[in-house]
């Protein structure tokens, strides 16, 4: 889907776009606005974070006693390979045996990254024993379809404990795709996913009213939780966010993202066909832009 708001003026030389990524992610997105030539306006709606409550959730499953009974984890965020790579700082020994069936490591798109010779030696001595999965399509969905079929073997899910919000669907829909493909998930809350606070939205708001913001990027659909919430401090919804800026479009990082936003009320005028990585989503804004430019 590429369609936008037929307002969106053709003269905008450097169109303003704000996102609301967590920290995590924010650098990447930035720097890939920028260097198409848009200004970025970073308004985080979320902090996404591991936290001393988080790892020692975590850290009871980083041993050969515990992890030997597991045939994969399901990494679905960048932060929760960080958590567990955290975890396992200060262990003495490796949590995997270095004997025993292949072990699977699944990561979404550019997540993977993370999964170098470092982490996998923290979990295994044995480097052979560990297969990296990325799948091709980066959702959850595609995630489960690239680990197969589970057979009741069990894999470990690093998730967000969600604070300040309401736990959006796509971790419990994860966790029963999981169970419907033959695998036994184990969830395990590896760190936190909360509320930047009540004022969180006020840059955006303080731009709309100039009239001057143009794109909203979303990442995911508890960013348009957050942002929703802080609006309603200010006395405002994201219908009453658009007058202000009437050729304001919203863009969505991915279909999951556009179907949490539109479940919330949020119309998404721009959804990336490619998701591995941010320059889908800004790919289809230059699309987008360009129709109104020409």
């Known amino acids: 889907m590429l369609a936008a708001s037929s307002s969106i003026p053709i003269s905008v030389d450097k169109p303003t776009i704000a996102f609301t990524t967590p920290p995590n992610y924010a650098g990447r997105l930035s720097h890939v606005l920028t260097l198409n030539g848009y200004n970025p306006l970073w308004c985080p709606t979320l902090i996404v974070e591991p936290t001393p409550h988080t790892i020692s959730l975590l850290k009871p499953y980083l041993s050969p006693q515990n992890l030997d009974q597991f045939s994969a984890i399901a990494f679905t965020s960048r932060t929760a390979i960080k958590a567990f790579s955290d975890a396992a700082n200060d262990l003495t020994e490796p949590p995997l045996s270095p004997s025993g069936d292949i072990f699977t490591i699944a990561a979404l798109g550019k997540d993977s990254e993370l999964l170098d010779d470092d982490f996998i030696s923290k979990l295994c001595d044995n480097l052979k024993r560990i297969r990296v999965i990325v799948p091709p399509k980066a959702t959850p969905s595609g995630l489960i379809a690239s680990l197969g079929v589970g057979g009741g073997r069990r894999v470990l899910c690093p998730v967000p404990l969600v604070v300040g919000l309401d736990e959006p669907p796509v971790v419990p829909n994860f966790l029963r795709e999981l169970h419907a493909s033959g695998w036994v998930p184990v969830r395990v809350n590896a760190y936190e996913t909360r509320w930047c606070g009540p004022d969180c939205a006020e840059e955006i708001v303080k731009i709309a009213e100039d009239g001057h913001l143009h794109v909203v990027v979303f990442t995911s659909s508890a960013e348009v939780e957050g942002l929703l919430k802080s609006l309603k401090e ?41 998701f591995d990585s941010f320059d889908g989503v800004v790919d289809a804004i230059n699309v987008t832009l360009a129709k109104f430019r020409s």
């Open 234 to 274: 200010f006395g405002l919804n994201f219908d009453s966010l658009r007058k202000r800026s009437p050729e304001m479009i919203v863009a969505a990082h991915g279909p999951v993202t556009a179907a949490g936003a539109e479940r919330l009320g949020v119309k998404v005028d721009v959804v990336s066909s490619k």
